[in-house]
């Protein structure tokens, strides 16, 4: 059964302060790795997708890696319009989700 | 160009009723797959319809049970509703032809069960 791992669970930043979260993964055939941003109460807003290890993504602050067994996304110098739950995603057979990390980002 | 729409936003059913909540895909797709997601966590992953027919199916009991009409729009069905049931609904679609796997979701309704 395909597996998603996201860590840390919460994680707080003071504006400007750079971090990394972590998508951790087991599924059998990758068709692909998916990022989603969700604010409270919405639904999940597609950011980036990952295809093969060494692929890398950019948008604004963001920045999306894979390896074989993981993903990171990298908030470079955030702001508090970047907190947010990000949520990963891994499409084997189908699209099974990660639990999100919470990230708030205070001024 | 419109992206996916579900309806409707909020909903409050008593235990034992039954519920329809509908979906509008984006335009150009023609799949869409139902989620559940408690607070707190990830969506869980319900079924998925193309060409009118369930294509996968998640672990949900069948008192889920849902609909695609020929213009791709669809509906999600939940009958004998439990306290359990209560969470974000999201609707997601995507072209089956298409080779990146990408889903792009809707807003979700907001189901409360009492």
């Known amino acids: 059964e395909d597996q998603v791992t996201q860590s840390p669970e919460a994680l707080r930043l003071q504006e400007g302060e750079s971090s990394s979260l972590n998508c951790s993964y087991t599924v059998s055939g990758l068709r692909g790795l998916f990022w989603y941003r969700q604010d409270p109460g919405k639904g999940p807003e597609f950011l980036f997708t990952?295809?093969?290890a060494g692929e890398e993504k950019e948008k604004e602050r963001l920045k999306a890696t894979l390896t074989k067994k993981e993903s990171f996304l990298h908030i470079t110098a955030p702001k508090p319009e970047d907190s947010a739950t990000y949520l990963c995603?891994?499409?084997?057979?189908?699209?099974?989700f990660g639990e999100g990390t919470q990230l708030t980002v205070n001024p | 160009d419109a992206g996916v729409t579900q309806s409707p936003t909020h909903l409050i059913k008593t235990r034992g009723q039954q519920v329809t909540l509908r979906c509008s895909p984006k335009?150009?797709?023609?799949?869409v797959s139902w989620y559940q997601q408690a607070l707190g966590q990830g969506p869980q992953f319900i079924f998925q319809?193309?060409?009118?027919?369930?294509?996968q199916r998640g672990n949900f009991p069948d008192r889920f049970s849902g609909h695609q009409f020929p213009n791709y729009s669809s509906e999600l069905n939940v009958n004998a509703l439990l306290l359990g049931d209560s969470a974000l609904y999201l609707c997601?679609?995507?072209?089956?032809?298409?080779?990146?796997?990408?889903?792009?979701f809707g807003p979700g309704t907001r189901l409360t069960v009492t």
């Open positions: 319809y193309y060409e009118e027919e369930e294509r």
């Open positions: 990952l295809y093969s």
């Open positions: 335009s150009g797709h023609d799949t």
């Open positions: 997601a679609s995507s072209s089956l032809g298409a080779l990146s796997y990408e889903q792009y």
């Open positions: 995603a891994v499409q084997g057979s189908r699209l099974t």
